[in-house]
């Protein structure tokens, strides 16, 4: 998390506690899983330059699990949750 009372304009927004989450991977996104993740089950989504998806929990900050993501094109560096369309048939 975040430590607003903590942060000025001079010292930019500094971090309460940080959780590593690799070893010797570098980490190149992340994005809540499933999207607009809430309540007590809430998931985060990482992925890395070793082709690798991880599926952490946010409340014990466990890895829940891994899965390697496709090899061609490079590592995945960014993603976009597609929604679905309220307004779609079907």
């Known amino acids: 998390g975040y430590n607003g009372l903590q942060s000025t304009e001079f010292t930019g927004l500094q971090i309460q506690a940080a959780t590593i989450i690799e070893q010797e991977a570098r980490p190149t996104g992340c994005l809540w899983y499933p999207f607009g993740g809430r309540g007590d089950n809430q998931k985060v989504l990482t992925y890395n330059d ?38 779609a048939d079907g």
């Open 50 to 87: 070793e082709y690798k998806f991880k599926i952490w929990n946010v409340t014990n900050k466990s890895c829940r699990k891994t899965a390697l993501a496709p090899t061609y094109g490079g590592p995945i560096c960014k993603m976009v949750p597609v929604c679905p369309d309220k307004d």
